[in-house]
């Protein structure tokens, strides 16, 4: 079994900063995907951002050039850079870590922006 917690939600002002992080303990060899995910009030949960095997990095079209995905050495932590937060933005942020073996998510973090 892998665990997956998110931290770094909270309250930010339009335009603010916000890094997300994902710690992956338990069963923690052979991920292929790591990504986020976030779900707003009476939405679906869309993919926001993923690193694919072989590094490959993409993002939905609505947060390019503002958020960036990044992984640690060890391949067990994967972090989220928020920058030029909207509105639009506002949701729970999920971690999601496919793994060989499996598919595991993390409870969700709050993200809410707002002035």
């Known amino acids: 079994q892998v665990q997956v917690m998110e931290s770094g939600g909270g309250l930010v002002q339009p335009g603010g900063s916000l890094t997300l992080s994902c710690a992956a303990s338990?069963?923690?060899?052979?991920?292929?995907?790591m990504a986020w995910y976030r779900q707003a009030p009476g939405k679906e949960r869309e993919l926001v951002a993923r690193?694919?095997?072989?590094?490959?990095?993409e993002y939905v079209d609505s947060v390019k050039g503002r958020f960036t995905i990044f992984r640690d050495n060890a391949g067990i932590t994967v972090s989220l850079q928020m920058t030029n937060l909207k509105p639009d933005d506002t949701a729970v942020y999920y971690c999601?870590?496919?793994?060989?073996?499996?598919?595991?998510w993390g409870q969700g973090t709050q993200v809410t922006v707002s002035s």
């Open positions: 999601n870590i496919v793994a060989s073996y499996g598919a595991y």
């Open positions: 338990g069963r923690i060899y052979d991920f292929r995907t």
């Open positions: 690193i694919m095997p072989g590094g490959t990095i």
